[in-house]
């Protein structure tokens, strides 16, 4: 069992990948990612604050580093991402005096910024998170306040996919978000999609983010329903952001130094059920992406609650196989 791989596994079903930073690609994760997976998404370094931290600067280190590397190791990229409310500088949104800049200088920059990232990784890249979490979930409103609403209107999310059509190559181009999934959002997500469908938008596929955890009861039939719908508005479906943690979002505990035995079964439970889910619907679903390697780093220590480890991974603190694993592999 040990010398099964992930992507080979897979290689008939979809892509597999993992969220990477640059320290990934030594050691044990530079390992586990060369045997198992064939698609890489840059967890941080390709988000605007960090590649674009200025007007007139990029930087283009850390993911120079990842093309590299997938080049090296015949992987793909996804690109991650273009427009989000999180993570982008304020020189975005302002002009040389310091006031809130125009709707045209906005999407002027936004142009340049999605140009200049198409062009230098479209020999790589296959996939382009273009808008990411731009449906409201926390009030009855449909589209998330941000500053590219603000300036630009309503009608950012479609000029964003528009600018990136002109420049992305073959690459497909990706609506992103969390929860999209559960039918509260699914609902809002399915209408702002077919709307911009219906306008001509340039959307090729949907991400579904799958933060998840072990105690979701309705994962499955929610999951389903949602890849079920998504599909009916013919787009593909690439799960994005794969991890499934032992808390319940609400959960604040603490206590916990490792992960007990009954939290890592439940664990092996659902990532063999939700697998089973994305063979059924192959069809569709193009690729896979786990948000990380190994529990050795993740997203969600310390979040949502501060000083608390997780383990939501296919691979243990010490890059060792967990049944989570090995469940997903024997079908």
Request: proline letters at 3%.
């Amino acid at each position: 069992m040990l010398n099964l791989s992930l992507a080979k596994t897979y290689k008939d079903y979809f892509k597999i990948g993992a969220a990477v930073t640059a320290k990934d690609l030594e050691g044990v994760h530079r390992d586990i990612l060369l045997k198992h997976f064939n698609s890489l998404t840059p967890e941080n370094a390709m988000k605007f604050e960090n590649i674009h931290p200025e007007e007139q600067r990029y930087n283009f280190e850390e993911v120079a580093r990842i093309k590299e590397f997938a080049i090296k190791n015949d992987m793909k990229l996804r690109g991650h991402t273009f427009v989000w409310h999180n993570q982008t500088p304020g020189w975005v949104f302002l002009d040389k005096n310091g006031e809130e800049a125009s709707k045209e200088l906005v999407i002027e920059r936004l142009r340049e910024h999605i140009k200049t990232l198409c062009e230098r990784y479209k020999d790589v890249v296959y996939a382009w998170d273009v808008v990411n979490e731009a449906v409201e979930d926390k009030t009855e409103k449909l589209l998330r306040e941000s500053n590219w609403r603000k300036i630009i209107g309503d009608d950012y999310i479609k000029i964003a996919f528009e600018i990136a059509r002109e420049y992305a190559g073959d690459a497909k181009l990706f609506y992103n978000d969390y929860n999209n999934e559960m039918p509260y959002k699914l609902e809002k997500t399915y209408k702002v999609l077919k709307e911009l469908l219906e306008r001509g938008t340039p959307i090729d596929g949907i991400g579904i983010q799958a933060h998840w955890n072990i105690w979701d009861k309705n994962l499955v039939s929610n999951l389903k329903k949602a890849i079920e719908v998504y599909a009916s508005l013919g787009l593909e479906i690439h799960i994005t952001e794969l991890d499934i943690s032992v808390f319940e979002f609400e959960d604040k505990r603490t206590d916990l130094f490792e992960p007990t035995p009954e939290m890592l079964e439940l664990q092996a439970k659902v990532y063999e059920d939700v697998f089973a889910v994305f063979r059924e619907y192959k069809d569709v679903i193009t690729s896979v992406t786990l948000w990380g390697i190994s529990d050795r780093h993740t997203w969600k220590d310390n979040f949502p609650v501060k000083g608390r480890k997780d383990w939501p991974l296919l691979f243990d603190v010490n890059g060792k196989p967990k049944e989570a694993l090995y469940r997903i592999l024997r079908f």
